[in-house]
């Protein structure tokens, strides 16, 4: 009986370094196309977030004829500061500076608290009525009291001009409720069960061993409540009639109107920079310290948000 020897297989030349033949498995037209196109696409993506801001930014900083000519700028010939300068002649602007920021830190602070603590514990499937509360909450993502109801209950609370009005009505929002809830039911359960063999209790199970393992699903609500309550206009408008407690966007409104209202006058056109202008840099005031804080929370925020909306 003759053997028939098997056909050898190619033998992987160790000698070659691993990097060397990934780069080959890669340069192959279908990559380099792939690699080209992304490249375009993700390069126009970016250019068309980043182009409006740039074009509000140059906006501010133009002189009136050059606004008056040019529709779109991305680039001043000339630079000015006048709408600024009118912007922030008001010290009225550093009181409604001063209110945002309380309503933002205060809020946000007390926004991941509740939210934290509800989200923990309806996460638990041992929980009696978890889902009929989980039911109860999800239902206002498409249903709600509405203004007049809410303004009702506002008033009733006497929180009518008290800058708890913009906190309390909108302290839990559905939505971060559910992303943080899913990210809480993705951490195992061993790592609680061996928390509470070792004599934690609930509080200490949630404090030493949940949050510290939710840092950034809870950046990432952070920064969703942050940028919620620096925003935050329609209830000012609603709930708040002193002017003293105004947060920075209603102020910033009202100094649009009133530049609006002195350009349309001849006489003021030499003292009041344009409207235009003045829209643009109550944009980019407006819109700056959210800018300044992202940055810290970028490298939380894709992870805590994917997370937590893949397990939900």
Not at 30 to 42: D, K, M, T
Not at 54 to 71: C, D, I, K, M, Q
Not at 129 to 155: A, E, Q, W
Not at 277 to 306: D, E, H
Request: proline fraction near 6%; aromatic fraction near 12%; glycine fraction near 6%.
């Amino acid at each position: 009986m003759t053997l028939t020897p098997l056909p050898s297989r190619p033998v992987r030349d160790e000698t070659v370094p691993i990097r060397t033949r990934l780069a080959a498995k890669r340069r192959t037209p279908g990559r380099r196309i792939f690699a080209i196109v992304n490249a375009i696409v993700l390069t126009a993506f970016a250019l068309a977030c980043v182009l409006p801001f740039v074009n509000v930014l140059a906006s501010s900083l133009a002189t009136p004829g050059e606004l008056a000519t040019r529709p779109f700028i991305l680039f001043p010939r000339t630079f000015t500061l006048d709408a600024y300068r009118y912007i922030l002649s008001t010290p009225t602007i550093f009181r409604a500076m001063g209110v945002s920021v309380f309503v933002t830190v205060v809020g946000t602070f007390l926004s991941l608290v509740l939210t934290a603590f509800m989200a923990y514990a309806l996460s638990k499937k041992h929980l009696r009525g978890r889902r009929v509360i989980n039911f109860l909450v999800v239902f206002t993502m498409l249903f709600s009291g509405g203004m007049i109801p809410t303004f009702i209950v506002v008033n009733s609370l006497g929180l009518i001009d008290s800058l708890w009005s913009l906190i309390l009505p909108v302290a839990i929002n559905a939505f971060n409720f559910v992303i943080m809830r899913s990210f809480f039911q993705g951490i195992p359960e061993s790592l609680e069960e061996a928390a509470r063999i070792d004599g934690c209790s609930e509080i200490g199970v949630f404090l030493r061993i949940v949050l510290p393992l939710s840092l950034a699903s809870i950046a990432t609500i952070g920064l969703f409540y942050g940028v919620y309550y620096w925003n935050t206009y329609q209830n000012a408008i609603l709930y708040i009639n002193d002017s003293t407690k105004w947060p920075i966007q209603v102020l910033l409104r009202q100094i649009v109107i009133v530049a609006s209202g002195l350009n349309a006058n001849e006489a003021a056109v030499d003292v009041v920079p344009p409207a235009q202008s003045v829209k643009m840099a109550v944009i980019f005031v407006a819109t700056l310290p959210m800018l300044l804080v992202y940055p810290f929370i970028q490298r939380f925020f894709v992870k805590g948000a994917l997370i937590g909306s893949v397990k939900g």
